[in-house]
C-alpha cells in the first residue's frame, strides 16, 4: 500500500531532501529543479515488504502516472523504505519493471530508473564516490515520461556528457563533502 503522507512522512521528507541538496544542488540531473520547482513531482511512500508488493504498487503508480495530466504530475518517485535492504536483489527486481512495463503497453511511454543507498555501477568498487550519482536515501523506483525525457534532453545541449560532470562533481566534492551535503 502507498502513502503519500502520514506514518511514512519521514521517508518522503528525507527523500525530497536528498533530491533537493544531491539531485537538484548538485545539479546531478539538469532536468529535475523544473519539475521539483512546479511541484510536478509525485513522491509516494510504500509499506511493502517484498518484490510482489512493490510490483503491485508500481503497476498502480505506472498506471496513475500514465493517465495523469503532466502539468499535475510529471514524474513519480515510488519510495521502498521496508523492501530491498539488498542492492543486488532491487537492481534484479528492475527487470520485472521493465516486464510490467511490456505487460502494461507503457515501453515507449514511461520507463523506470533505480536508485538506492547502496547503489553501485558495473565496474566499480563499493566505495567508488561516483555511486553516490544513484544513491538515496531509500530504495527508490523513479517513474518517468519518455516525452518528458525527451523534451529535456533536446533542451539541453551537453545531455550526453551529464554522466561524466557528475563523476567529476563527485569526485571533487569526495566522501567528507558528500556526508558533510547528507548531513546539512
Same mark, same amino acid.
Given at each position: 500500500?502507498?502513502?503519500?503522507?502520514?506514518?511514512?512522512?519521514?521517508?518522503?521528507?528525507?527523500?525530497?531532501?536528498?533530491?533537493?541538496?544531491?539531485?537538484?544542488?548538485?545539479?546531478?540531473?539538469?532536468?529535475?529543479?523544473?519539475?521539483?520547482?512546479?511541484?510536478?513531482?509525485?513522491?509516494?511512500?510504500?509499506?511493502?515488504?517484498?518484490?510482489?508488493?512493490?510490483?503491485?504498487?508500481?503497476?498502480?503508480? &505506472?498506471?496513475? /502516472?500514465?493517465?495523469?495530466?503532466?502539468? +499535475? #504530475?510529471? *514524474?513519480?518517485?515510488?519510495?521502498?523504505?521496508? $523492501?530491498?535492504?539488498?542492492?543486488?536483489?532491487?537492481?534484479?527486481?528492475?527487470?520485472?519493471?521493465?516486464?510490467? &512495463?511490456?505487460? /502494461?503497453?507503457?515501453?515507449?511511454?514511461? +520507463? #523506470?530508473? *533505480?536508485?538506492?543507498?547502496?547503489?553501485?555501477? $558495473?565496474?566499480?568498487?563499493?566505495d567508488d564516490i561516483e555511486n553516490c550519482t544513484n544513491r538515496s536515501p531509500h530504495p527508490i523506483l523513479h517513474l518517468l515520461r519518455e516525452a518528458s525525457i525527451d523534451r529535456a534532453v533536446d533542451a539541453f545541449a551537453d545531455a550526453a556528457d551529464i554522466y561524466e560532470k557528475n563523476i567529476e562533481t563527485l569526485q571533487r566534492l569526495g566522501w567528507e563533502?558528500?556526508?558533510?551535503?547528507?548531513?546539512?
Amino acid at each position: 500500500m502507498t502513502h503519500t503522507a502520514g506514518a511514512y512522512q519521514h521517508v518522503i521528507d528525507d527523500t525530497r531532501l536528498w533530491v533537493e541538496r544531491a539531485v537538484i544542488g548538485l545539479n546531478l540531473c539538469p532536468f529535475a529543479k523544473a519539475v521539483q520547482v512546479r511541484q510536478q513531482v509525485r513522491y509516494v511512500a510504500s509499506d511493502v515488504t517484498d518484490a510482489e508488493g512493490v510490483l503491485a504498487d508500481l503497476e498502480d503508480e &505506472l498506471l496513475l /502516472l500514465s493517465q495523469a495530466n503532466p502539468e +499535475q #504530475v510529471d *514524474t513519480t518517485l515510488l519510495i521502498v523504505p521496508d $523492501a530491498f535492504d539488498d542492492f543486488y536483489e532491487f537492481n534484479d527486481f528492475a527487470e520485472l519493471s521493465d516486464r510490467l &512495463l511490456k505487460r /502494461l503497453r507503457l515501453v515507449g511511454d514511461l +520507463q #523506470v530508473a *533505480t536508485f538506492h543507498p547502496a547503489f553501485q555501477f $558495473a565496474d566499480t568498487e563499493p566505495d567508488d564516490i561516483e555511486n553516490c550519482t544513484n544513491r538515496s536515501p531509500h530504495p527508490i523506483l523513479h517513474l518517468l515520461r519518455e516525452a518528458s525525457i525527451d523534451r529535456a534532453v533536446d533542451a539541453f545541449a551537453d545531455a550526453a556528457d551529464i554522466y561524466e560532470k557528475n563523476i567529476e562533481t563527485l569526485q571533487r566534492l569526495g566522501w567528507e563533502g558528500w556526508r558533510k551535503l547528507m548531513a546539512g
